[in-house]
C-alpha cells in the first residue's frame, strides 16, 4: 500500500571546487543585499508615507532593476523572489512587541533557496539516494554527500552557508510505505527513552550526554575567545573554531536522532509518548529578590541535561518518521494521566519525588520507574486505562471492576 506523505526535508553537505565556492559566495553576497535593500524600502516607505509595500510590488521592482542593471540578473529571478519573501513579521506573529525584520550581516545569512526543480537548479540523487550531484546555473555541477532515508519527489531547496562548509536542504515529497509491525513503544526520562512493548517486554536507549563528552573543549574555546582582543583576525579565527564545535556536537545529536527514529519507525506499528512541555521542564528555578529560589544550581544542571538531549528535536523527528511510515503516534496527556506517580498494575496514584527512581506499591508491584511511566502511558493508548486488562475465562479482556475493554485501533 502506498500513499502520498507530507513534505520533509533532506540535507547533503556539498564540496564545491575554489572557483566554484567563489561563484556561490558571490550570489549569497547578492541575496543578503537584495534583502537589506528590499527591507530598507519598506522601512522608509512607512516612516515617511505610511505606505506599506507588499510582496507582490517588490516582485515588480524587481523585474525593472533586473531589466536595467545586467548585475542583478544573474541570479535566478524565482530564487531572488524567495528572499524577497523572507520580509515578514515573525515576530509579531510569535505575540512579541511587533517591528520590521533586522538587517543581516553577510556573515548571519544563512543562505538562498530556488522553487521547483529545474528552475535554475537539478539534483541528481545517486544509487538508493546516497550523494548525488547539484546543478546551479552559473555555477556549474557540485558534489554533494549524504544519504536520505528515503527518497521522493523532489519540490524544492536550499543551499546554506554555516561556518566555512555549504549546505544542501532538499523539500522532497516522499511516498508512504505501509509495513506490517507488531510491537509498541512507550517514552520513560531516567534514560535517553525507555521502551515497552504490548507483550510486557522493555529495553531503553542510554542517553549519550554529547554536552559532558565535549565540555572541555568548548569551554577551552570560550576562554580562547574571550582572550582575544575585539575586532582582531585570531578572534574571528578563534570565534569559528568555537562555532564549528558547537555545530559538531550538534550534528552528533541529530545523526543520532535520525537513526533512533528511524529504527522505532521501522519496528512499531504504534509508538506512545508523554506529552511535554519543554518550557516548563527547564524554567529556572532563581525566583524574584522578594521569593529567591531554592537548588538554584541544582536545578541549572537538570535543565542543562534535560536540553541535552533536545527532547522536542527527538520527539518531532519519531513522529513524522512513524506517520509516514504507516504507522500510529499518540502524545498521553501528561497532567490527566500522572504516568510518573501511577501504578500501572492497579492504577493507583501516589506522589514521587524526583530522586524515587523505583515504583513501588502497596499492590505488590515494583520495577524502575521510568518503565512504569512507559506501561502506563502504552496502557492508555491501547486500552484506554493505566492498567492493562484481565483476560477472563470467556477470553474477553476485562478490567478491574469486570468491564469489557476494547482494544485500540492500530495500524
Known amino acids: 500500500m502506498v500513499e502520498v506523505a507530507a513534505k520533509r526535508k533532506v540535507s547533503y553537505q556539498l564540496y564545491p571546487s575554489l572557483q566554484q565556492e567563489t561563484l556561490l559566495l558571490a550570489l549569497l553576497r547578492s541575496h543578503q543585499q537584495l534583502y537589506n535593500a528590499a ?40 530564487s531572488q523572489q524567495m528572499t524577497l519573501r523572507r520580509l515578514f513579521f515573525q515576530r509579531a506573529r510569535q ?6 525584520p533586522h538587517f543581516k550581516s553577510l556573515a548571519r545569512f544563512p543562505g538562498f533557496g530556488f522553487k521547483s526543480h529545474g528552475d535554475g537548479w537539478s539534483f541528481v540523487p545517486g544509487k538508493d539516494w546516497k550523494h548525488g550531484r547539484l546543478r546551479v546555473g552559473g555555477v556549474g555541477h557540485i558534489k554533494c554527500r549524504g544519504q536520505a532515508r528515503q527518497g521522493g519527489r523532489i ?27 507488531t510491537h509498541h513503544a512507550a517514552w520513560g526520562v531516567e534514560h535517553l527513552l525507555t521502551i515497552a512493548d504490548h507483550e510486557g517486554g522493555s529495553s531503553h536507549e542510554e542517553n549519550p550526554r554529547w554536552h559532558r563528552q565535549q565540555a572541555d573543549e568548548i569551554a577551552r574555546l570560550q576562554q580562547a575567545v574571550s582572550r582575544k582582543k575585539r575586532g582582531s583576525n585570531r578572534r574571528k ?12 556536537q550538534a550534528r552528533q545529536r541529530l545523526e543520532h536522532h535520525h537513526q533512533l527514529s528511524a529504527r522505532l519507525a521501522r ?15 527547564t524554567r529556572s528555578a532563581k525566583g524574584t529578590a522578594e521569593e529567591p529560589g531554592k537548588n538554584v544550581r541544582q536545578k541549572a544542571g537538570l535543565n542543562r541535561e534535560i536540553l541535552d538531549t533536545a527532547p522536542a528535536q527527538l520527539i518531532q523527528l519519531i513522529r513524522y518518521k512513524v ?5 500510529e503516534f499518540v502524545d498521553a496527556p501528561t497532567r490527566k494521566l500522572k504516568p510518573s506517580q501511577t501504578c500501572p498494575a492497579c492504577g493507583r496514584t501516589a506522589r514521587k519525588v524526583l ?5 513501588g506499591c502497596p499492590c505488590g508491584h515494583s520495577e524502575p520507574r521510568d518503565l512504569a511511566s512507559a506501561r502506563v502511558v502504552l496502557n492508555w493508548a491501547l486500552f484506554g486505562s493505566p492498567t492493562a486488562p484481565i483476560r477472563s475465562g470467556t477470553g474477553r479482556d476485562r478490567d478491574a471492576s469486570g468491564n469489557p475493554v476494547k482494544l485500540h485501533p492500530i495500524a
Open 39 to 78: 527591507l530598507e524600502e519598506r522601512i522608509s516607505a512607512w516612516r515617511k508615507q505610511t505606505l506599506s509595500i507588499s510582496y507582490a510590488d517588490q516582485c515588480k521592482s524587481l523585474t525593472v532593476i533586473r531589466q536595467a542593471m545586467p548585475e542583478w540578473a544573474i541570479p535566478n529571478c524565482s
Open 95 to 100: 505575540g512579541k512587541t511587533p517591528g520590521f
Open 155 to 181: 519540490c524544492a531547496s536550499d543551499l546554506l552557508y554555516r561556518n566555512g562548509q555549504w549546505w544542501l536542504s532538499l523539500t522532497v515529497e516522499p511516498e508512504v510505505i505501509v509495513r506490517e509491525r
Open 237 to 248: 579565527c578563534a570565534i569559528q573554531k568555537l562555532a564549528r564545535a558547537r555545530s559538531r
Open 267 to 281: 519496528e512499531n506499528a504504534l509508538v506512545v509518548m508523554e506529552e511535554l512541555t519543554i518550557k516548563n521542564m
Open 323 to 327: 506517520t509516514e511510515t504507516g504507522g
Open 355 to 359: 530522586d524515587d527512581r523505583i515504583h
